[in-house]
């Protein structure tokens, strides 16, 4: 490629004084001009390239994080509804069973028959016995609490509660509920429960010895529940600690039990429960780890 240019300078007469100068390209010089220009640009394109795929990278490893989360918390959340339903549908069972069985188990249960025979006797506020009772029938005399013989049962009055399920997760109340008696011994009294089985109603006023143990999965966190009392006419919202218990462990593989027991006296038609301080605590149930009892002392 050449390029030629011309530029006056002046005239002298009829003659013109100016400068002319001619500029020379080669064909290879143009060519290796062009050639890393593209270079230049296929380099830059390329750079943007790359950042562009590593920042959608970089987006949907997140995006593959996040959505692992949620997989892992729906199996979680899966894993709970089933056990939950799995209880329900034990519970149902035990209903269904005691309800057909009730009538019978009434006409033979020993502490039925001993209600009976306190009937027709007169009552002591003081010692908590009958004073008198007939003894024309062997079953008044067989669990009559006054009746002399080497071989009658002591009488007292106790409960002894157990979840018939192995595991359960405490909801943000704290409150435990759905307890059921494992022994009931043929006492002057009874218990009963309300509030979902969740509180014991005390008989009668007198000196009780109540006892308790919670049994958690493994975890780190702290665990703490407390034995509370509503006393006669009380609101809910108006119950009292009587006692507390605190567990934790640094080691994953173990679970936790925590027991306590507290001596109190309570009056007739106060309630006892247990209530988890912490929410959402994961307990163990199976029988043995986890109860509730009440013995009358006096």
């Given at each position: 490629m050449e390029g030629e240019n011309f530029k006056t300078l002046g005239t002298i007469g009829d003659y013109e004084i100016g400068a002319k100068w001619q500029l020379k390209f080669s064909a290879g010089t143009i060519q290796t001009f062009y050639l890393k220009t593209l270079l230049c640009i296929s380099l830059v394109l390329?750079?943007?390239?790359?950042?562009?795929?590593?920042?959608?990278?970089?987006r949907l490893l997140d995006r593959e994080a996040e959505l692992h989360q949620i997989s892992l918390t729906i199996l979680?959340?899966?894993?709970?509804?089933?056990?939950?339903?799995k209880e329900i549908r034990k519970l149902k069972a035990e209903l269904s069973v005691e309800s057909s069985t009730r009538e019978s188990d009434e006409e033979d249960s020993p502490v039925i028959r001993?209600?009976?025979s306190i009937s027709k006797g007169s009552y002591n506020s003081k010692d908590t016995k009958p004073s008198k009772a007939k003894k024309n029938s062997t079953t008044d005399k067989k669990y009559h609490?006054?009746?002399?013989?080497?071989?009658?049962p002591p009488k007292v009055t106790a409960i002894h509660l157990e979840r018939n399920v192995t595991f359960s997760v405490t909801g943000s109340n704290g409150i435990i509920n759905r307890w059921h008696p494992q022994w009931l011994p043929s006492?002057?009294?009874s218990f009963e429960l309300e509030d979902h089985n969740s509180s014991l109603v005390i008989p009668s006023t007198g000196l009780y010895l109540i006892y308790a143990q919670l049994c958690y999965a493994a975890t780190k966190d702290n665990n703490s529940y407390e034995v509370r009392v509503i006393n006669q006419g009380a609101a809910s919202s108006h119950?009292?600690?009587i006692a507390q218990c605190s567990a934790g462990t640094t080691i994953?593989?173990?679970d936790i039990t925590c027991y306590t027991s507290v001596a109190q006296i309570l009056?007739?038609?106060?309630?006892?429960?247990?209530?988890?301080?912490?929410?959402h605590r994961h307990l163990l149930m199976s029988m043995g780890r986890s109860f509730l009892g009440i013995v009358k002392l006096s």
């Open positions: 390329m750079a943007s390239t790359c950042i562009f795929f590593g920042l959608q990278s970089s979680k959340l899966q894993s709970e509804v089933q056990l939950e339903l001993e209600k009976r609490p006054n009746y002399n013989t080497k071989n009658a006492g002057l009294e119950s009292k600690i994953l593989d173990n009056q007739a038609n106060d309630r006892v429960y247990l209530q988890q301080i912490q929410k």
